[in-house]
């Protein structure tokens, strides 16, 4: 009687390799962790994306604050804050530029800017119009929330 068998007729010898459900089960663990982590991670860039907004929006606050204090009133748009006024008086009370560019927001938008304000009628708005891209959502980021 040979001494390398079993009962069965298979070798007593290990075995050299996996099965193919045990490769398979091992990659329906990998794709479930995968996309467990996705998830988790996708929260996590959206609160990222709005924190950056907020950012910006709290910049372009400064920056107008600056400009009305030097040149006695709010620029006309986002641009006067970058580019020297065409009108001689304003332009001598001009110290700018107050910003190096106007960026658009994390989700490839214009800031928009508004003096006066809907939301600050004594002041103004400066905000992002969010990630839905839709002005006037309650996801819009301005100056209002950031005061």
């Known amino acids: 009687m040979n001494t ?3 009962n069965h ?6 075995r050299g390799g996996f099965t193919l ?3 398979l089960l091992v990659l329906v663990i990998l794709v479930v ?3 467990l982590a996705v998830n988790m991670f996708s929260g996590v860039q ?4 709005q924190r950056a ?3 910006q929006v709290g910049l372009y606050k400064s920056a107008i604050n600056m400009y ?3 040149t006695k009133q709010y620029p006309d748009s986002l641009e006067d804050l970058v580019n020297k006024p065409g009108d001689a008086t304003l332009a001598s ?3 700018g530029p107050y910003m190096d560019k106007i960026a658009k927001d994390p989700w490839d938008q214009e800031y928009r800017f508004a003096a006066p304000g809907k939301h600050n009628p004594e002041g103004f708005d400066v905000w992002s119009v969010g990630p839905d891209g839709q002005d006037g959502s309650a996801d819009d980021i301005g100056n209002w929330d950031n005061t």
């Open 33 to 35: 962790l995968a996309s």
């Open 46 to 49: 959206e609160k990222a994306d």
């Open 68 to 70: 009305r204090f030097e």
């Open 93 to 95: 009370r001009w110290d």
């Open 21 to 23: 459900m045990e490769v």
């Open 9 to 14: 007729g298979r070798t007593a010898h290990a």
């Open 53 to 55: 907004a907020a950012a």
């Open 4 to 6: 390398n068998r079993t």
